[in-house]
């Protein structure tokens, strides 16, 4: 059985840095590519960053890009989210998934779902 969990949220302020965790356990974490995704209140979940197997592939939403870093250690079953320069707009839940495919912004390819960490952006 496949279990994420996410780490790291709190509440910062605007301009200020946080870091997310997900650790996965139960699998094969080597061979999943890992993305993390958002929701903020009223709206539906949206793709934030993704990445490939081995870390080399990185895909970013516009909004993210150039602020936000994923990355990934294989042999801590982790995969990070380095946000910085946050903005009151980056407020949401975060999640992190997993997927058996490589990485893909597409929520519906992903198998495994953490529970989600809060992030609050404070202007």
């Known amino acids: 059985q496949v279990q994420v969990v996410e780490s790291g949220g709190g509440l910062v302020q605007a301009g200020g840095s946080l870091r997310l965790s997900c650790v996965v356990s139960?699998?094969?974490?080597?061979?999943?590519?890992m993305g993390w995704f958002r929701q903020a209140p009223g709206n539906e979940r949206t793709f934030v960053a993704t990445?490939?197997?081995?870390?080399?592939?990185?895909y970013y939403a516009d909004s993210v890009k150039g602020r936000f870093t994923i990355s990934r250690d294989n042999a801590k079953n982790t995969v990070y989210l380095q946000m910085n320069s946050l903005k009151p707009e980056d407020t949401a839940v975060y999640y992190c998934a997993a997927t058996r495919k490589g990485g893909t912004r597409e929520s519906r390819e992903y198998q495994y779902w953490g529970q989600g960490t809060q992030v609050t952006v404070s202007s």
């Open positions: 990445t490939s197997w081995s870390g080399g592939i990185t």
């Open positions: 139960g699998g094969f974490f080597s061979r999943y590519g």
